[in-house]
């Protein structure tokens, strides 16, 4: 099967739930190459209260023997430590109606909740926001600590930069190079200057009963030429990529390289051109974010996002009362103010998982001795024909 994931879990249930499929047999894996990106994305400057509550931890179920895959689905398990104060509220046993929760009538602008209550024919926007909270990334960003690991093992490694929270902000490529320093500040930005502007632009957003959203960069160094295809659409990477970053919750934008950039400069400066020196193909500059044709083409691959603010602010946006048809104000729960340092290192793990799902593809799938011999092939043959066209063919 295809590497992919599933995830399961509502914000306040039990736990968060993630299948992997498609993992080779053989790969070294343990609960702290998982464990630490749910940390990473636990933290951040503007995160609300809930982060204090939950300490997330990693139980694998399945598809893990003595520390190495086994080829069969990766079943594993993040509990809701917030589920002890929502038992009676989130138990999945039948409850007498309206004994143990009102229902939340207050849809809020900006979320899935009256869509959602208006689809799955709810009266009660608890059962929607309870899915269509982030809390359901967590799920994700397990997947993308699997993913992260395979394609560690074959020298790629993908990181990832704050260079925006509202006004205040540096520049993307610099970013994007510096981006081994981001979890070294509490916004994930590796300029300490506009990190504490980041930090002043958060405090005056919450002090306005507000909130707000950023930008941020993901970088994947050491992807080989030639994953994913311009053969059909739906292989095409930059596509994948795309569609990935933009099912995380509040994204609103996406971009490669240079990004929106290119639409206002002449091909001269926005091509990477290639040059031959000392018999291995260089490009002069990675101006397209490593994507061509839909392919990686052995530049580092760079995918940046935009993040609206979070939706729940104090200052209640207003709504209608759907229980009584009356306008009234949104309902709130306890938010996040700003949550860009945690959807950075969860564009972290889709990208991980997209570029794991096409690495695979492309040197097979079934345990990591043979991955490692097509990989190897595949670039010694790339490299034997560098040299022959350095010789002059
Ligand atoms: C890491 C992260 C944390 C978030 N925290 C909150 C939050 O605390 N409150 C909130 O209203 N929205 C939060 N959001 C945004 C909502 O989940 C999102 O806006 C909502 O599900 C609607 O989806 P859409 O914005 O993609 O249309 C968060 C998003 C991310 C990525």
């Not at 929607?128 to 397990?142: D, G, K």
């Not at 995380?248 to 639409?263: C, H, P, R, S, T």
Request: charged share 30%; glycine share 10%.
């Amino acid at each position: 099967m295809r590497f992919g994931f599933s995830t399961a879990g509502e914000s306040h249930g039990p736990a968060e739930v993630t299948l992997v499929h498609g993992v080779p047999a053989g790969m070294d894996l343990v609960s702290e190459d998982v464990n630490r990106d749910l940390s990473r994305r636990q933290q951040g400057y503007g995160r609300g209260g809930r982060q204090k509550i939950e300490r997330d931890e990693v139980e694998f179920l399945g598809g893990l023997r003595h520390g190495k895959t086994l080829g069969s689905p990766l079943s594993m398990l993040i509990r809701n430590m917030d589920y002890a104060n929502w038992e009676m509220r989130m138990t999945p046993e039948p409850v007498e109606r309206g004994k143990h929760s009102e229902p939340v009538t207050l849809p809020r602008p900006g979320h899935a909740d009256l869509a959602g209550m208006q689809k799955y024919a709810f009266d009660d926007l608890r059962n929607v926001l309870e899915r269509s909270s982030a809390r359901e990334t967590t799920a994700r960003v397990a997947a993308g600590g699997v993913a992260k690991k395979l394609l560690s093992e074959f020298g790629i490694e993908v990181r990832s930069a704050v260079y925006r929270i509202g006004e205040a902000a540096c520049d993307k490529e610099r970013a994007a190079l510096d981006a081994a320093k981001a979890d070294a500040s509490d916004v994930r930005c590796p300029d300490p200057e506009v990190a504490e502007r980041m930090k002043a632009e958060i405090d005056a957003a919450r002090y306005a009963r507000d909130a707000l959203g950023g930008e941020f960069v993901v970088v994947a160094e050491g992807c080989p030429p030639g994953l994913g295809s311009y053969v059909d659409w739906r292989d095409k990477l930059d596509a994948r990529l795309a569609a990935a970053i933009m099912s995380i919750n509040a994204m609103k934008g996406v971009e490669f390289g240079l990004g929106f950039e290119v639409a206002r400069r002449r091909s001269s400066e926005v091509q990477d051109e290639i040059l031959l020196e000392d018999g291995r193909l260089v490009r002069a500059s990675n101006r397209l974010g490593g994507l061509e044709g839909g392919m990686t083409n052995g530049e580092p691959v760079v995918v940046s996002a935009a993040m609206k603010p979070i939706s729940t602010i104090a200052q209640a946006l207003r709504t209608v009362d759907l229980s009584t048809g009356e306008p009234a104000r949104a309902f709130r729960e306890r938010a996040d103010s700003c949550a860009v340092p945690a959807a950075a290192v969860i564009g972290e793990s889709m990208v991980a998982v997209v570029l794991a799902e096409a690495f695979l593809e492309k040197f097979g799938g079934d345990n990591m001795t043979d991955i490692r011999s097509a990989h190897e092939a595949y670039l010694q043959r790339i490299q034997d024909t560098h040299r022959a066209a350095g010789n002059g063919g």
